[in-house]
Every structure is written in structure tokens, then in C-alpha cells.
């Protein structure tokens, strides 16, 4: 897999992992620990998506 169609890749996560969150948030009953680990899970794809992008510009 190249880089560009990895990083494609963990943007698409990303923006499905926001859209699930925001589902989420809808619903009263949402399990908060869940939520939390969503949210993380989200920042994991973000912080990776941010190492990406500056080895892509380094290069």
C-alpha cells in the first residue's frame, strides 16, 4: 500500500469514527466509556494521519 492511499485510508476512519461519535451524541443512552474510547480511537487516526502528512512534506 503507498503512503497516499494509507493516508487516504486513515482519513476515511477518521471521518467515519467523527460520524459515529456525532450518532452517538444523539442518543441519551450512549455508553460514555464507549464514547471515550470512540474519541480516542479518533485522536489515535488523527495524531498517525499528522505523522504522515509531515513525513510526506519532509520528503
Known sequence: MS???HLA?????HAALERQIED???HPSVD???LAEMKRH???LKDEIQK???IETVH
Not at 485510508?9 to 476512519?13: F, K, P, Q, V
Open 9 to 13: 485510508e486513515l482519513e476515511r476512519r
Open 3 to 5: 503512503m497516499q492511499s
Open 32 to 34: 460514555s466509556l464507549e
Open 24 to 26: 452517538a451524541l444523539l
Open 52 to 54: 504522515l502528512r509531515t
Open 42 to 44: 479518533k485522536l489515535r
